[in-house]
């Protein structure tokens, strides 16, 4: 009953998942990145080698790194990719490139997107239904829909890049919309699932700890306006933890890490996965500056080290290593080296006040997806050796906010416009310039007016011709006009030798890096303000 008004707003999405497929199938020639390499590798290795083989193979320098589950879905794909072309399969095969392999594992993405797919749609059915209006339910829907399958970003990171990120977004999303409905193992178990076939979103774990383990091992009662001081000051009395419920949580979570992990820890194994999984030797900074806080750091280490060039200071030949396009541990010639005890410490105290407030507000579950969205902001603006690609785990869920208010869809604005330019390094073949900027166009287009229409047409656009956004944020916007020509026309002009080839980089990242920081800032004064 509660499924029609939303399910009659989906009636759009068939068509949709078509064209999206067929977009993302244009692109089979487009430009892939060395990841086509890792993941033609990482079958090759689970297709020919037994299990206790698969964490120790280096034939190739892009050895297995991804959770076990990965790596059987890697082998599951390897029954299917033999009849495609069966030299893919071979280890010694390096950087083995044909049209049939190029095909399957291209097809491959865009077939694991019907999940995400399917996740979607299972949100916009269970979460979107608005009793007050159909109408809104199924524009909401569509946007929900169209905004992540068509996201730019997600685009050219899977489709062109070459990565399978679409269908583990949509394990996050299934666990989201499980935890929104109150099925509180339901979520735990497909997050869970997700955690160990990427590690990466273990950044927002401690939002899945600390909602899990107030509203689901506690439970609630109205008993504590009459307890304890202590009881009061903490948010829960141990009279209301249920053993039970923990006991459930802790089979759900143990039995998924027991199948996916269990194998390794029998054969004495657990400590070369692990090593293989969190390699801490890598360095601050990727080669490529993730567009956060600690590439402002770099960036002033940089001016401090020219400006003490200028007054005679010895600065020394360390600078280099942060623009050397290598990934390596990396030195400042200025400022202090930041160690991983440091951003970790960073992290934990940007995520601390929102987790605070959940613990706080149980039972809100509006609370919890912006939660996660600040969660995930904080670990990619502070976290240790981030990548550029890891800025769309804000992306996608912010996607899913954005229709809720107009801050959020302004908030939802700056960031995506930001995030998907900030990817742009990611293609740096002149071949795939028009492509990449038609998909940020197509995109920024799509999701601003789409937003502009969703929420009644009240903005008066103050941000010169954007919705939503003021008339600064705009003038900010806009600067990635110069930027880009700057970056692909202006610099081959003005750097004819050469000296400087990493500019175009270290400038869009840290120019995007003051974007995707002040869409957090707005995104956390949204969320401690709100009732």
Same mark, same amino acid.
């Given at each position: 009953?509660?499924?029609?008004?939303?399910?009659?707003?989906?009636?759009?999405?068939?068509?949709?998942?078509?064209?999206?497929?067929?977009?993302?199938?244009?692109?089979?020639?487009?430009?892939?990145?060395?990841?086509?390499?890792?993941?033609?590798?990482?079958?090759?290795?689970?297709?020919?080698?037994?299990?206790?083989?698969?964490?120790?193979?280096?034939?190739?320098?892009?050895?297995?790194?991804?959770?076990?589950?990965?790596?059987?879905?890697?082998?599951?794909?390897?029954?299917?990719?033999?009849?495609?072309?069966?030299?893919?399969?071979?280890?010694?095969?390096?950087?083995?490139?044909?049209?049939?392999?190029?095909?399957?594992?291209?097809?491959?993405?865009?077939?694991?997107?019907?999940?995400?797919?399917?996740?979607?749609?299972?949100?916009?059915?269970?979460?979107?239904?608005?009793?007050?209006?159909?109408?809104?339910?199924?524009?909401?829907?569509?946007?929900?829909?169209?905004?992540?399958?068509?996201?730019?970003?997600?685009?050219?990171?899977?489709?062109?890049?070459?990565?399978?990120?679409?269908?583990?977004?949509?394990?996050?999303?299934?666990?989201?919309?499980?935890?929104?409905?109150?099925?509180?193992?339901?979520?735990?178990?497909?997050?869970?699932?997700?955690?160990?076939?990427?590690?990466?979103?273990?950044?927002?774990?401690?939002?899945?700890?600390?909602?899990?383990?107030?509203?689901?091992?506690?439970?609630?009662?109205?008993?504590?306006?009459?307890?304890?001081?202590?009881?009061?000051?903490?948010?829960?009395?141990?009279?209301?933890?249920?053993?039970?419920?923990?006991?459930?949580?802790?089979?759900?979570?143990?039995?998924?890490?027991?199948?996916?992990?269990?194998?390794?820890?029998?054969?004495?194994?657990?400590?070369?996965?692990?090593?293989?999984?969190?390699?801490?030797?890598?360095?601050?900074?990727?080669?490529?500056?993730?567009?956060?806080?600690?590439?402002?750091?770099?960036?002033?280490?940089?001016?401090?080290?020219?400006?003490?060039?200028?007054?005679?200071?010895?600065?020394?030949?360390?600078?280099?290593?942060?623009?050397?396009?290598?990934?390596?541990?990396?030195?400042?010639?200025?400022?202090?080296?930041?160690?991983?005890?440091?951003?970790?410490?960073?992290?934990?105290?940007?995520?601390?006040?929102?987790?605070?407030?959940?613990?706080?507000?149980? !039972?809100? /579950?509006?609370? *919890? #997806? %912006?939660?996660?969205?600040?969660?995930? @902001?904080? &670990?990619?603006?502070?976290?240790?050796?981030?990548?550029?690609?890891?800025?769309?785990?804000?992306?996608?869920?912010?996607?899913?906010?954005?229709?809720?208010?107009?801050?959020?869809?302004?908030?939802?604005?700056?960031?995506?416009?930001?995030?998907?330019?900030?990817?742009?390094?990611?293609?740096?073949?002149?071949?795939?310039?028009?492509?990449?900027?038609?998909?940020?166009?197509?995109?920024?287009?799509?999701?601003?007016?789409?937003?502009?229409?969703?929420?009644?047409?009240?903005?008066?656009?103050?941000?010169?011709?954007?919705?939503?956004?003021?008339?600064?944020?705009?003038?900010?916007?806009?600067?990635?006009?110069?930027?880009?020509?700057?970056?692909?026309?202006?610099?081959?002009?003005?750097?004819? !030798?050469? /000296?400087?080839? *990493? #500019? %175009?980089?270290?400038?869009?990242?840290? @120019?995007? &890096?003051?974007?995707?920081?002040?869409?957090?800032?707005?995104?956390?004064?949204?969320?401690?303000?709100?009732?």
């Amino acid at each position: 009953m509660v499924m029609e008004p939303c399910g009659t707003g989906t009636d759009l999405t068939i068509p949709i998942i078509f064209i999206s497929s067929l977009f993302k199938l244009m692109t089979l020639n487009a430009y892939h990145s060395t990841d086509f390499e890792v993941h033609r590798n990482w079958l090759a290795i689970t297709s020919n080698l037994q299990i206790s083989e698969w964490y120790y193979e280096k034939t190739s320098e892009w050895t297995l790194d991804y959770p076990p589950f990965f790596a059987w879905f890697e082998y599951v794909l390897s029954f299917l990719a033999v009849y495609f072309d069966p030299k893919m399969l071979v280890i010694e095969n390096l950087n083995y490139v044909s049209k049939k392999a190029v095909f399957f594992q291209r097809f491959s993405v865009v077939v694991c997107d019907l999940f995400l797919f399917y996740a979607l749609k299972r949100y916009c059915i269970l979460c979107l239904t608005r009793i007050e209006s159909v109408n809104k339910t199924k524009e909401e829907s569509l946007f929900v829909i169209l905004g992540v399958l068509m996201n730019a970003g997600l685009f050219m990171v899977d489709h062109i890049h070459f990565q399978y990120n679409g269908f583990l977004f949509g394990f996050l999303i299934l666990s989201i919309l499980e935890m929104k409905q109150g099925r509180f193992l339901h979520s735990a178990f497909w997050f869970t699932i997700l955690l160990n076939l990427k590690h990466i979103y273990v950044y927002v774990a401690p939002v899945y700890f600390v909602y899990l383990l107030r509203n689901f091992c506690f439970i609630q009662n109205n008993r504590l306006k009459s307890q304890s001081y202590i009881c009061s000051l903490i948010g829960v009395s141990l009279k209301d933890f249920s053993i039970k419920h923990l006991i459930q949580l802790g089979l759900v979570v143990l039995a998924i890490f027991g199948i996916s992990f269990g194998p390794f820890i029998y054969m004495g194994q657990i400590t070369q996965v692990l090593s293989r999984l969190f390699p801490v030797k890598r360095g601050l900074l990727h080669a490529y500056w993730a567009c956060n806080f600690w590439s402002l750091y770099s960036g002033l280490d940089k001016i401090a080290s020219i400006i003490g060039s200028y007054l005679g200071l010895n600065v020394g030949s360390r600078p280099a290593s942060l623009t050397g396009g290598l990934v390596t541990q990396q030195s400042f010639s200025m400022l202090p080296d930041i160690p991983l005890v440091v951003t970790f410490i960073f992290t934990v105290i940007a995520i601390l006040p929102c987790l605070i407030k959940i613990w706080f507000r149980p !039972n809100e /579950k509006n609370l *919890f #997806l %912006p939660c996660l969205i600040l969660c995930a @902001y904080a &670990s990619f603006i502070f976290g240790y050796h981030v990548h550029e690609k890891a800025i769309l785990m804000v992306t996608i869920p912010m996607t899913l906010l954005s229709t809720k208010s107009e801050e959020y869809a302004r908030i939802f604005t700056i960031l995506s416009i930001t995030a998907n330019f900030s990817l742009f390094p990611l293609l740096y073949k002149e071949a795939e310039t028009p492509l990449k900027l038609s998909l940020f166009l197509f995109y920024t287009f799509l999701s601003t007016y789409c937003l502009y229409y969703f929420h009644g047409q009240k903005s008066t656009f103050p941000g010169l011709g954007i919705p939503f956004i003021k008339r600064y944020e705009a003038f900010y916007l806009y600067g990635y006009i110069p930027l880009f020509i700057y970056c692909n026309i202006g610099h081959n002009m003005i750097d004819r !030798n050469g /000296k400087l080839p *990493f #500019l %175009p980089l270290m400038l869009t990242s840290l @120019y995007c &890096s003051i974007g995707v920081i002040w869409s957090w800032f707005l995104m956390y004064v949204k969320f401690i303000i709100e009732s």
